[in-house]
């Protein structure tokens, strides 16, 4: 018998995708590259196979790395790791502060993925770095391009490995405040493994913001409703560091996606990496938030919606006190943006400062 059912909607799929391409130059502001049909189901297959992954894992825990256990009392427990996330369109810039970061620390406990927009040519980086790309799409500012990206991302790392239990988002501008061991001692403490506690993420959620109406807008008017009405929508840093549960959540997600991957019609207010990770969150798991990013920010005097970039003269072993300091209980993990030079400054203090706990 023919399955009619599949051949139909398969069909209709392959008539579609002509005419979008045909229509999408003229539908979509010039600046914005449009998120296409085949991208899309790429996208869509990954995370398919992402979650039906997961759930096998749940069912048959992974022989990947048996002796990642440790015990407790009695029990054993496995080990859980950490997801490095690396988003960028440039060279790592501080591929050997980085190094030093994962050097000191046992490679069991942590994953790295990169999605380096194909579109740069960028310089292999070595060692831990070498082949971590994940198989990338070209990414741009004031698209939705960044969001699609940052969900590869945690597909690949959901997939790859099911010991992988947090996932760091990270740029190319971001540098450690913390070394490996305190980073992972602070998320994954094992005095909460042991009760099986419930690990939060850390994702800022801020319900104000002085442009807040015109970055729900800027897609056009009323074009969130009904899935995000303006008093659901959200707004935070990029960068966060969130747990399986939330990644997953974050790759099932389609109501939400419909919307926030409609381009910009205006480019000034379109920051939507910023607006659908804290709202889809928000509504999904409030409770299951700490609502504060790990990764300190500086926005004074900030010019076209970039931050500080701190330069050589004032990277200094004050500075990255300074930065670690935050009005929640525990301290900054991470800190950007600083430029490409200022490395030489912060590998001399890596060790004596950086690194020290
Ligand atoms: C990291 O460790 C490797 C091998 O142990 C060593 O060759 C390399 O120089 C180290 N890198 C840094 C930045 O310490
Ligand atoms: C933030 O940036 C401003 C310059 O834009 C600078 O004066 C200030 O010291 C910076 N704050 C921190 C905590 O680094
Ligand atoms: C802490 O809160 C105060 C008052 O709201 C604010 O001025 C300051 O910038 C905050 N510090 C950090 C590190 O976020």
Redesign the pocket.
């Known amino acids: 018998m023919f399955k009619y059912y599949i051949l139909i909607p398969s069909l209709t799929l392959l008539i579609s995708i002509p005419i979008i391409f045909y229509l999408a130059p003229s539908i979509l502001p010039q600046r914005q590259i449009p998120i296409s049909l085949p991208d899309e189901l790429d996208d869509l297959s990954l995370f398919h196979k992402a979650i039906a992954a997961d759930a096998t894992f749940l069912k048959k825990p992974s022989r990947k790395h048996p002796s990642n256990k440790f015990r407790l009392g009695s029990t054993t427990v496995r080990r859980p790791k950490i997801a490095f996330l690396f988003l960028t369109n440039s060279d790592l810039h501080f591929e050997p502060l980085w190094h030093k970061f994962f050097n000191a620390s046992d490679p069991h406990l942590y994953n790295i993925y990169i999605h380096a927009d194909p579109t740069v040519k960028i310089t292999p980086p070595m060692g831990v770095f070498a082949d971590r790309f994940i198989h990338a799409k070209r990414t741009q500012r004031s698209s939705p391009t960044l969001i699609s990206a940052t969900r590869r991302l945690l597909a690949h790392a959901l997939l790859d490995d099911p010991d992988n239990a947090y996932f760091a988002l990270i740029s190319q501008h971001c540098i450690p405040l913390h070394s490996f061991n305190y980073f992972y001692n602070f998320l994954l403490d094992t005095q909460k493994l042991s009760r099986k506690m419930e690990f939060p993420s850390y994702i800022e959620i801020l319900t104000e913001s002085p442009s807040l109406l015109d970055r729900y807008n800027a897609r056009g008017e009323n074009v969130m409703e009904p899935e995000v009405s303006f008093d659901k929508f959200r707004v935070g840093s990029q960068f966060f560091v969130i747990t399986r549960k939330h990644s997953l959540m974050v790759i099932k997600d389609s109501k939400l996606w419909r919307k926030f991957k409609k381009p910009c019609v205006k480019i000034q207010s379109c920051y939507p990496e910023e607006h659908y990770f804290p709202t889809l969150l928000s509504m999904e798991d409030p409770n299951g938030c700490t609502r504060h990013t790990l990764t300190?920010v500086n926005w004074t005097d900030s010019v076209g919606g970039h931050p500080h970039t701190y330069q050589p003269p004032e990277v200094s072993p004050e500075l990255i006190y300074k930065l670690r300091?935050?009005?929640s209980t525990y301290s900054y993990m991470f800190a950007r943006k600083f430029s490409p030079d200022s490395l030489k400054s912060l590998m001399e203090m890596a060790d004596s400062v950086i690194f020290k706990d």
């Open positions: 300190r300091e935050s009005n």
